[in-house]
Nanobody, 127 residues
Framework: QSQLVESGGGSVQPGGSLRLSCSTS????????TYWFRQAPGQEREGVAC????????QYTGSVKGRFIITRSSSQNTVYLQMINMKPEDTAVYYC????????????????????WGQGTQVTVSE
């Protein structure tokens, strides 16, 4: 059973917004870099956003820069992905992943580097 739980997905029209959440009861997310990945049908899982441990920085893949914002709430032990101005190509199952090396920056962008995946949350952008 995964230690991570994703939620917040749904269906929106192009230009719409959603906020995804990633939480866990197993460890403090503050201490680790957390990523959002997504997987569209027939495609590999790709990393789209990362927040480093202790909020020392964020990084985004080019296709979501300026539209997605990753944040962390220490009190809620949750990492969020705010998505605005969404496009049909954002349609995918979204997953979060945690780099369990303490004090890590955003350096682990390959899905092959993770074993623990939650169930994901479906995001659909269409008219």
């Amino acid at each position: 059973q995964s230690q991570l739980v994703e939620s917040g997905g749904g269906s929106v029209q192009p230009g719409g917004s959603l906020r995804l959440s990633c939480s866990t009861s197993k460890f403090h997310l503050d201490d680790y870099a957390t990523y959002w990945f997504r997987q569209a049908p027939g495609q590999e899982r790709e990393g789209v956003a990362c927040i480093s441990s202790h909020d020392r920085g964020t990084q985004y893949t080019g296709s979501v820069k300026g539209r997605f914002i990753i944040t962390r709430s220490s009190s809620q032990n949750t990492v969020y992905l705010q998505m605005i101005n969404m496009k049909p190509e954002d349609t995918a199952v979204y997953y979060c992943a945690v780099d369990l090396r303490e004090k890590a920056m955003c350096t682990m962008w390959s899905e092959l580097q993770y074993e623990d995946w939650g169930q994901g949350t479906q995001v659909t952008v269409s008219e």
